[in-house]
């Protein structure tokens, strides 16, 4: 559980540090976990385990089975995942393997001038007694968050209203508004974004959000990261421009 109530730069460190510990780093280093796990001899943390791998195989196959028969066998994807994803935080919290490496405390230190990590974070506000969208907003030396609305409206209208457009091809601005206007006066004067995503934002293209005049693919260099600790691997690569840009499925006119 998170609290952004009365956020200074220490909470958000620590809201940062916890990110860090648990996003996606059962994915990054799943054998390195699956090891450590099933040679640990607890029985909750190997129950925890199997339990999370099972229901992430029952997501794999149920995302290749239609709507249509999904709806009749009454599965809701989204409990299936939301119940993945707790698995995947509690064994993360739970867990050593991932140890105190001195590269998850300087995230900060990495993020260079005219760049921006948007680090989208769902969690569960007890003051409304529902979930939540909030952003960390990490520049270089600074650390900042910005509420971006309900999980609910999100999760359910505006992610479908996305998708149709997407489908229909018909631009709108309306998913711009709603998953990222909040978050664009934080990210001004920055030319290059990381973004760590969180929940529904795993199905939305933000390259593809258009504000009513331009989409964000043309306004940012924008590259999608699982974890915050993640842009030291890409500092170390090298790379320093980038030379290409790969659409999916494209269709090209004769």
Known sequence: ?????????DRL????????NTKGLLLSTSGKIRKQILESGDKELIKNYNDWKSAKNQLAYYYSVPKEELAKQ?????????????KERWLSANTDAFGNDEKNTNVQEKVGAGE????????????????QYQALVIKSGSISTVKIGEADL?????????????????????????????????????????????????????????????????????????????IHEIRNTGVKAKNMFLMGAPEFAP
Request: net charge neutral; glycine share 4%.
């Open 1 to 9: 559980e998170f609290s952004f109530a009365n956020p200074n730069e």
């Open 13 to 20: 460190k620590k809201v940062l540090a916890y990110e860090v």
């Open 74 to 86: 009454k599965i809701n994807l989204d409990s299936i995942a939301g119940a993945a994803n707790e």
């Open 116 to 131: 921006a990590m948007v680090d989208i974070v769902k969690y569960f506000d007890a003051s409304s007694a529902s979930f």
């Open 154 to 230: 999100l999760d359910k209208k505006m992610v479908k209203l996305y998708k149709n457009s997407i489908i229909y091809k018909r631009p709108e601005s309306r998913s711009y508004t709603s998953f990222w206007e909040p978050i664009e006066a934080k990210v001004a004067g920055s030319s290059k974004i990381y973004l760590v995503k969180d929940g529904v934002y795993n199905q939305v293209s933000i390259g593809s959000l258009y504000d009513g005049k331009n989409y964000l693919a043309d306004r940012y260099d924008l590259s999608v990261i699982t974890n915050p600790s993640d």
